[in-house]
């Protein structure tokens, strides 16, 4: 989607590794968010952050952490922890109110 | 969260409108009713949303039922580039100091059909 940028698109992660996935959009908007999505399943919210300096826990953060140091960049780190991590994972973000929100194209990730 | 409930699948012809039902009886007053569609490997597009009146955009129709218990996608002509998973979703609105930062909970969608 024009305005959001996701990579890689692919990503391979050994076990015991810490990856990074990146999210940077240049619309301004004030929220951001991860997404999960497995075979077959709809999106699953891991973070969110309404402004900067600021996120919150979704419904399956265990294993993942964030941070949102400037408005334009919402990283999600997928640590050890987490235990099952193939997954396709999906970045969005949203004006406020009830407005929608718009997607990037999302990083597909494996383990080796 | 309020859900929501899709037929899990649903055929269509090309060139012929196309009704995609959504229950939502649960919704509360300030939940927006949004419309998402996917296609593989790709993220979610934003299709149409609404609160209480009908709407129209350049992609679809979204007719809402007068108690806001239902709602309908209404893809006036279908094209074989409007196959995906359509997702009907209940969205509260990001509240200042609130929780619910207007997050989307997906479900299980309807997976659209259309045949030339």
């Known amino acids: 989607d024009g305005g959001i940028t996701q990579s890689p698109k692919y990503l391979f992660r050994k076990e015991g590794q810490n990856v990074t996935l990146s999210c940077e959009q240049n619309?301004?908007?004030?929220?951001m968010y991860w997404y999960r999505q497995d075979p077959g399943q709809g999106l699953r919210l891991i973070y969110y952050s309404q402004i900067v300096n600021d996120f919150q826990k979704g419904d399956i953060a265990e294993g993942y952490s964030v941070s949102r140091e400037k408005k334009e960049s919402f990283p999600l780190t997928v640590t050890s922890a987490q235990k099952n991590p193939t997954a396709f994972y999906l970045c969005a973000i949203s004006t406020g109110g009830g407005q929608p929100q718009h997607f990037g194209d999302g990083t597909r990730l494996s383990i080796l | 969260d309020a859900k929501t409930t899709q037929p899990n699948s649903m055929e269509s012809n090309e060139e012929e409108p196309v009704h995609l039902p959504c229950n939502h009886s649960?919704?509360?007053?300030?939940?927006?009713i949004h419309w998402y569609r996917q296609l593989p490997s790709q993220g979610p597009e934003y299709v149409i949303h609404?609160?209480?009146s009908n709407v129209n955009n350049r992609m679809a129709s979204l007719a809402i039922a007068e108690d806001r218990k239902s709602s309908t996608l209404i893809l006036h002509r279908a094209t074989l580039r409007d196959a995906a998973v359509y997702y009907c979703i209940l969205r509260p609105p990001i509240n200042a100091g609130g929780t619910s930062y207007g997050k989307l909970t997906f479900g299980q969608g309807t997976i659209l059909t259309v045949h030339p």
């Open positions: 649960t919704i509360s007053g300030t939940d927006y």
């Open positions: 609404g609160l209480t």
């Open positions: 619309l301004n908007h004030d929220a």
